[in-house]
Every structure is written in structure tokens, then in C-alpha cells.
């Protein structure tokens, strides 16, 4: 058990499924996104990611952390052979299905298929949305940084197209993720929603 | 308004406050965090983030972006020059003191005092840590990158302390953030508490 206070030789003793549980939850609450390409054996390819992140509004730039791992592997073959990639927003209505693109499906199977998810495409754009998805972003890939700690890759993209379900944005350019039920994960495998609780004004001294 | 598909030259053309407001919560729910860094003209500096991102278990590594602003840069020179900071989880208890923390105060004010937060040292370590907070993070420097195409920093850290307040941890690893009453964040001022809606097994083929 983990009360109070403990220090990093602590955590390397740890037994490592219980290390992982708790320190992919050690950050808060992470966003769910499916994360869609092209592939070449299985047509389309959709993953689970929790490690997207807002890096600027103008450019608009958002960020995604790769573990170099077999599973995300095959997204990142697919965004540097295609330069493109989509992020898509998970809802409470179809979140299992979303958890469920994380298993080793053989090469030549579609983890839209294999879920049950619908591969939607854009004119021009070179990678699946989710049809299923309210809030979708089709990505331009325009960086890619190495992570030389632990090997992890850190892809930086431009947001080329972007969709947003009607009634989500208010006149101030509020986006109701509470309103699209989108989800937010704890850990590796644990969902929740979210209740609003206010919003603050500008801070100033 | 937004409603349905727009192109990156439409988001350009949106008007600057709007499109901050939008783009900032384009990426789903963020985790609210204080980094809480040794200054020098304060004593200790304070400053709210929702950018931090999980990317490794095992070293146990945590990313957090920063931007080329001024506020965030008091945090930028302090980790720099100290090579340690803190990472500080949010509750629905002090949420209106932490969104605070943004202000731009005179270089002389701490955060901690200005807002009514509570530093926080732990012997051998060298940046404070939030009181109030359940969640206690204590990052050594290991890496920084630059990211080129909008002048972000990308902070790489080990965890070397770590403080979560007893009974937030189960056996299995899992953090009960929802218990802790941890706070998650859309856009720059949106707050939301979580609601449990599952925990998913393993996915398998």
C-alpha cells in the first residue's frame, strides 16, 4: 500500500503492475482519444491514446507522446509514412468499444472492424475519422521529437481540419465537453465523466 | 459559431480570443496541476499548468509543456537553474486558489502567499510542495527539448518523492482520483469534478 509520502528507489520496488497502474494514473485526469490512419495491410488503423496535449492556438498545434511499444507502433509507422492522422474525441456511448482498439489484433485486421467504429473520410485528407466521434481533428504532421530518456516519441501536429457536433461551441468559443459526453481516463483503464463546476474569470493581482 | 467541419485557414480567421478559448479545449479534458519551483525574488514561485503528460512507468517519467510567456517563464528559469520542481494535484477545495496562481503578480510576490496556499519542503529536496494537495509530485530535470515550431518547451522529469494521501490507493495500483476529489480542466478556465463510470479489463483480440 502507498500512504504518504515515498521516494523514486520506492517506486522501482514496486511490483510492476502495480507500478504501472499507479503511475499512468499519477498525472490526473487524461483526455481519450482514437488516434486514426491509413495502414497498408489493414486499410484503416485506430488506437486507444491518452497522451495528447495543447501545445499552441496560433499555429494551432496539439501534441501525442508514443510509447515505443509493438501496439502504438503500427500509428506511428502510419503518421511518418503518410505525414497525416486523426484525433478523435471518446463519449460515454461508445468508450468500451474505444478501450477495446488496445488488443494485438493480427496486422491485416482493422481495429475499426474489429470494434465496431466507422472509418470516415475527409476529401483530400489522407487518414480515417470516426464517425462516431462529436469533436474530430485531422492532423498535419509537422514535427517529430525523440524522447531520449526512454525512447518515447513525441509527434507534433497542426490541426488542418477539424469537426465539432452542432451546439458544442458557445459565442466565446467554449467547447461543452460535458454536453458531448465525452469521457476522461484514470490510469490505464479507468472512465469517467464529468460534472461542471464553474468557470473562473481572468486571473489579475 | 462552429457547427460541423472547418478547415485550418477558417481557424486562422477566427478571432484571437475565441480561438484561444476553442483550441485550448480541443484536445479533451486536461489534468489541473501547480508546479511549485524555488525563486529567487519570491522565495517560492507557484504557477497552474494542464499540460503535463504521463511517459513512463518504469523510469517513472512525466512531461510538462511550457509556453513561451511570461508567467510561465519565472517556472522555465527556476527549474533550469535549480533542476527540481514540483507537481501538485488540484481539488474541488482550492480550485479558485490555484486558477489564481495565473495572475501576473510582481516578481517580489509569491504565489503561495498571494493566494493563500500553503508551501510546503521536504528535507534534500529543493522546490516547494502544495500542502493542500493530495497528490504530491517531486520531479528531478532530466531532460528538456525544444520544440521548434512554436518556440514550446518540452520538460522531461523523474519522480524521486512522491506524497498521495492514505486511503487514495487501492492493491492493484489503481488511484482513486475521484476519491481525492481531483479536479480536471477544459479550455484555460472550465473546472469539472469526475464521475466513476468503469473500469475496463484488459483488452485482448
Not at 497502474?21 to 483526455?31: E, M, R, V, Y
Request: hydrophobic share 40%; aromatic share 10%.
Amino acid at each position: 500500500m502507498v500512504d504518504g509520502w515515498v521516494t523514486g528507489d520506492d517506486i522501482s520496488a514496486w511490483e510492476q503492475r502495480f507500478r504501472a497502474a499507479l503511475i499512468n494514473s499519477i498525472t490526473g485526469f487524461k483526455p481519450v482519444n482514437l488516434i486514426g490512419t491509413k495502414d497498408q495491410s489493414s486499410g484503416h488503423n485506430l488506437a486507444i491514446m491518452s497522451s495528447v496535449v495543447h501545445l499552441g492556438a496560433s499555429p494551432p498545434l496539439v501534441g501525442l507522446v508514443i510509447r515505443p511499444d509493438s501496439v502504438d507502433r503500427h500509428t506511428l509507422r502510419n503518421i511518418r509514412t503518410h505525414g497525416c492522422y486523426t484525433i478523435n474525441h471518446v463519449t460515454s456511448g461508445f468508450y468500451p468499444q474505444a478501450h477495446q482498439t488496445a488488443a494485438r489484433y493480427e496486422d491485416e485486421v482493422s481495429e475499426f472492424t474489429a470494434v465496431g467504429l466507422t472509418p470516415q473520410y475527409v476529401e483530400g485528407f489522407d487518414a480515417p475519422f470516426v464517425g462516431e466521434s462529436p469533436i474530430k481533428l485531422g492532423m498535419t504532421l509537422v514535427e517529430e521529437v525523440q524522447i531520449k530518456h526512454n525512447g518515447t516519441h513525441f509527434i507534433i501536429g497542426r490541426i488542418d481540419h477539424l469537426y465539432i457536433e452542432p451546439g458544442l461551441v458557445s459565442e466565446y468559443g467554449d467547447l461543452d465537453l460535458a454536453r458531448a459526453e465525452v469521457v476522461a481516463l484514470s490510469g490505464l483503464d479507468r472512465y469517467f465523466s464529468a460534472n461542471f463546476l464553474g468557470k473562473l474569470p481572468y486571473a489579475k493581482p
